[in-house]
């Protein structure tokens, strides 16, 4: 099935140390995002790429990197800059333009 | 769930009525809007959307309206089922950075009782 996948599902991160997380999609879509979803919240956006080897910061860049070395793959990095860095991670994906995104399940992260 | 809001606004309804949840959107240049819907731990769905051209569109039991006098967005859900049960989310578009870039509304609980 064509779909977005986000892995892990849970994420546990020590003091100071960075982790990734994982956002695969085989839609073929151009553009891909990374938003950030707290308790009372909605959504806010980390990071896009709307195309192969270029992306833009978004609202709350600040503690995270990207990469886009491949149109299906485009993970986030929380690094140890982040200083809360406990939230719902969600990544979506699209066509572009006045498209729909589709989001995959999202990685809970938590600090140990 | 644990992802989403402890404090959303909530709407509760009785299963077969039928709900509306509203949404106030931000910007007057907006010209496409989705709605989602998010179940606890789970990423928001796609549900309808809806361009700035026109005021209702129809899906599968919903119906989106748009009221661009007022930037108001509306989602009725016909005989609402327990599986309706989630948090709704509006988004807008407004060609920030001349992209698809969406602004996400704070979202709404509904529940829906059996």
């Known amino acids: 099935d064509g779909g977005i996948t986000q892995s892990p599902k849970y994420l546990f991160r020590k003091e100071g140390q960075n982790v990734t997380l994982s956002c695969e999609q085989n839609l073929n879509h151009d553009a891909m995002y990374w938003y950030r979803q707290d308790p009372g919240q909605g959504l806010r956006l980390i990071y896009y790429s709307q195309i192969v080897n270029d992306f833009q910061k978004g609202d709350i860049a600040e503690g995270y990197s990207v990469s886009r070395e491949k149109k299906e793959s485009f993970p986030l990095t929380v690094t140890s800059a982040q200083k809360n860095p406990t939230a719902f991670y969600l990544c979506?994906?699209?066509?572009?333009?006045?498209?729909?995104?589709?989001f995959g399940d999202g990685t809970r992260l938590s600090i140990l | 769930g644990e992802n989403v809001g402890l404090h959303l606004p909530t709407l509760s309804v009785q299963e077969g009525d039928n709900s509306i949840i509203n949404c106030a959107y931000s910007n007057s240049a907006s010209d496409y809007f989705i709605w989602y819907k998010q179940e606890s731990g789970k990423g928001p769905q796609f549900i309808i959307d809806?361009?700035?051209?026109?005021d209702k569109r129809q899906g599968q039991r919903v119906t989106v309206l748009l009221n661009k006098t007022v930037k108001h967005l509306s989602l009725q859900i016909a005989a609402t089922q327990p599986g309706d049960s989630a948090v709704y989310f509006c988004a807008e578009n407004w060609g920030r950075n001349a992209g698809n870039m969406l602004t996400f509304g704070g979202g709404t609980r509904l529940m829906v009782k059996p």
């Open positions: 809806i361009r700035s051209n026109m």
């Open positions: 979506a994906s699209s066509l572009g333009g006045n498209q729909p995104q589709h």
